[in-house]
């Protein structure tokens, strides 16, 4: 009996508010290209879970067909009669582990959409930057990842059917990496990970196709962009910030904003961070925008930043940039923050010294870097300047697959 082929989505998580707003268009796209679109929450099949209640369910569209199974029996079921095409977002650490043998059971094909453009961690631990008797958390979430891959290599998990990648650099990683060498040696042997790669537009390229806009030269406003200086991944490896070297931070960083505005007769507007809310009394002097990062950068003027994913609009829309350099990151930030200095030359400015703005100077350094940005774009965000990767995506899903 020929089975029904199904399209949809596999996570395993409590609350869909930031899923839809992460995915918003492809979950827009998907359902006016598809009758039904499925959503298999696996949540309740994770090892260790203690909340298995899923709130925010009414975010999707009327078509999308939402499934929590309770446990393996129900899950197995379901797929009797059906073959699911999923983009999966689901951790590789081992309390996912069941939900991996049971994708692989039911034989989900996997899709893996990894197109946000920036510098991101290792899936294999890193020992640099690391404190070791605060990074258990890490060890744990990295540690299992070669096990993982073994997994995978004996077919009890399953592998990625098409990763979706606006990286061209780790597409060629890929291409280039050990395991599709020994499967380009040995044919039969099916060992690598990815088994297709398909190069698409990032996330912020698909900005500016999406809304058509115009490189605007000359906004109104200094855009500061802030990133939590106690991030998730950097607590995990250094162990948390105290609240005196938080508090100092931002007692420079408002200094240097403030400079920032006389010098360059440009109001300050500040993007926190979703998680970050604690820190907006250090910005009481300062607007705060309602609006999206991304929203609000084509219309500014300079964007300022530590650490954050908002870099990559900012090169796309040809922004001056400065990136901000402080003790307080500590070493785990540093060292992304020094990635994008040194690949797009940035011009970068040490707030915990005493700075004198000098407005041509900052001008001419923020000036020069824009002549780097174009090989960034290239390389690591557009692919199709005509094309979104939403487009893209299911355009390949529907020729591989139906």
């Known amino acids: 009996m020929m089975k029904k082929k199904i399209i949809g989505f596999i996570l395993a998580q409590n609350e869909y508010k930031s899923f839809v707003n992460q995915n918003k268009l492809l979950i827009n796209a998907l359902s006016k290209q598809f009758d039904k679109v499925y959503i298999f929450n696996l949540v309740r099949l994770r090892f260790h879970v203690k909340n298995k209640k899923v709130i925010n369910q009414e975010k999707f569209p009327d078509n999308y067909i939402l499934n929590t199974p309770n446990n393996s029996s129900e899950f197995i079921d379901f797929f009797k009669d059906k073959e699911m095409i999923a983009i999966q977002y ?16 039911v034989n989900i094909k996997n899709i893996m959409i990894m197109n946000l453009g920036n510098f991101g961690n290792k899936q294999s631990i890193e020992l640099q930057n690391i404190k070791f008797f605060k990074a258990f958390k890490y060890f744990y979430r990295k540690g299992f990842y070669y096990p993982f891959r073994l997994l995978t290599i004996f077919n009890i998990f399953p592998k990625i059917e098409i990763l979706f990648e606006s990286n061209n650099d780790i597409i060629e990683n890929i291409k280039n990496g050990f395991s599709r060498k020994v499967e380009n040696l040995f044919p039969l042997f099916k060992i ?17 196709l999406q809304n058509k806009l115009t490189l605007e030269k000359n906004g109104k406003k200094i855009l500061y962009v802030d990133t939590p200086l106690n991030h998730p991944d950097r607590n995990e490896r250094e162990g948390k910030l ?4 938080v508090n100092n931070f931002y007692v420079k960083l408002t200094n240097f904003l403030e400079k920032m505005s006389k010098t360059f007769d ?54 001056k940039i400065i990136n901000l350099e402080s003790q307080y990151l500590g070493k785990y930030l540093n060292n992304f923050r020094i990635k994008y200095c040194n690949s ?25 870097s824009i002549q780097f940005y174009d090989d960034f774009i290239k390389s690591k965000l557009c692919s199709d300047k005509n094309i979104s990767s939403t487009s893209k995506i299911i355009q390949t899903l529907k020729k591989d697959f139906f």
Request: proline fraction near 4%; aromatic fraction near 14%; glycine fraction near 0%.
């Open 242 to 245: 105290n609240d005196f070297d």
């Open 344 to 368: 797009l030359n940035l011009f970068s400015i040490n707030i915990d010294n005493n700075v004198e703005i000098k407005k041509e100077y900052f001008l001419e350094k923020m000036n020069n």
């Open 192 to 208: 690598s990970y990815f088994r297709k790669v398909v190069r698409v537009n990032s996330v912020a390229y698909d900005h500016l």
């Open 90 to 105: 689901l951790s590789k650490t081992p309390n996912f582990f069941k939900i991996f043998y049971l994708i692989k059971k």
């Open 266 to 319: 440009r109001k300050i507007l500040i993007c926190p961070h979703p998680s970050n809310k604690k820190e907006l009394k250090y910005f009481q002097n300062f607007e705060i925008s309602k609006k999206s990062t991304i929203d609000e950068i084509p219309t500014s003027d300079i964007i300022i930043f530590t650490l954050s994913s908002a870099i990559l609009p900012s090169i796309i829309y040809k922004k």
